[in-house]
């Protein structure tokens, strides 16, 4: 079992950064590959990035490539997103999950997922 809060979210500009903390209760936390995600207003819950438990391998949805970079550190049991270059499209709650699927490989797909965390708000004004 794994427990997850988010936070350092906010109201900024664009082009403003931002850094969003994950932080992790649990023994197991080092074990998984852990995953950012978001949701707009009217809309399903998307990829953002994906870490693997060692931190050597990142994934990010093509549209946060460049911008964004997610890293963790499993001493400190935390996941973190630093949000670069925003834009007012960043706007949305951002999740952080662990994925539990160890049968599947696509750290893209939602449904690897669980342990969510109750989300931070990212506002990105134009």
């Known amino acids: 079992q794994v427990q997850l809060v988010e936070s350092g979210g906010g109201l900024v500009q664009a082009g403003d950064s931002l850094r969003l903390s994950c932080a992790a209760s649990?023994?197991?936390?080092?074990?998984?590959?852990m995953g950012w995600f978001r949701q707009a207003p009217g809309k399903a819950r998307e990829f953002v990035a994906a870490?693997?438990?060692?931190?050597?391998?990142?994934y990010y949805a093509d549209s946060v490539k460049g911008r964004f970079t997610i890293s963790r550190d499993n001493a400190k049991n935390t996941v973190s997103l630093q949000m670069n270059s925003l834009k007012p499209e960043d706007t949305a709650v951002y999740y952080c999950?662990?994925?539990?699927?160890?049968?599947?490989?696509?750290?893209?797909?939602?449904?690897?997922?669980?342990?969510w965390g109750q989300g931070t708000q990212v506002t990105v004004s134009s």
């Open positions: 999950a662990a994925h539990i699927d160890s049968h599947s490989g696509n750290y893209y797909d939602i449904r690897g997922y669980g342990y």
């Open positions: 870490i693997r438990w060692s931190g050597g391998r990142t």
């Open positions: 649990g023994r197991t936390f080092s074990t998984y590959t």
